[in-house]
């Protein structure tokens, strides 16, 4: 029965609880100094996943019995040697960059939906109502686009004259013409 119902461990396992915590907690620290600022700045889907699995690799390096915690700090670097060297692919080959990231999506045109990119991507009318009021808005026509980022944020792009060859849509995911609601 007190296998089932655990509510107090000995001191012993306690201390090692909390040892385990406090060397995780500077371990992980560390790593992200040395990694860099990407590693906790708006992450992709790609930077999202690897932080849950390091987070989760520790929580099991902090309390599992059957986890020593050299194999969760092994898992851990391996993981990220795995993000740098996926970064360093990205950042130097087009293929890296198709292949690990998503492309952004226009999902307005000069104050028209573009319904079926937004269906594609799965963001709601209220959701590009919401990120046009977030950018000081009040119209749909008041913004030139709104793209949805790689990392699921809208940017609103406010109107002005200038053509989808802009700069800032470079590498944006733009449809053929806009078309109508279904």
Known sequence: MSEA???WSDWPRLFEVALN??????????LVRIAGKRT???FNNFDWIINVAVGSLAASGILLKNVSTLDAVVAILCLAACQ???TLWVQKTRIGSVVMKAQPTLLTHKGEFLWEAMKEARVSEEEVLAALRAAGEVENSDANWVI???NGKLSVIPRQDSGLEAEALQGVKV???PDGKD
Do not use: G, Q, R
């Open 5 to 7: 119902f655990n509510l």
């Open 21 to 30: 915590a406090v060397l995780f907690y500077v371990f992980i620290v560390a």
């Open 40 to 42: 906790t700045s708006e």
């Open 84 to 86: 740098y060297v996926a």
């Open 148 to 150: 949805l980022e790689t």
């Open 175 to 177: 449809p053929e013409e």
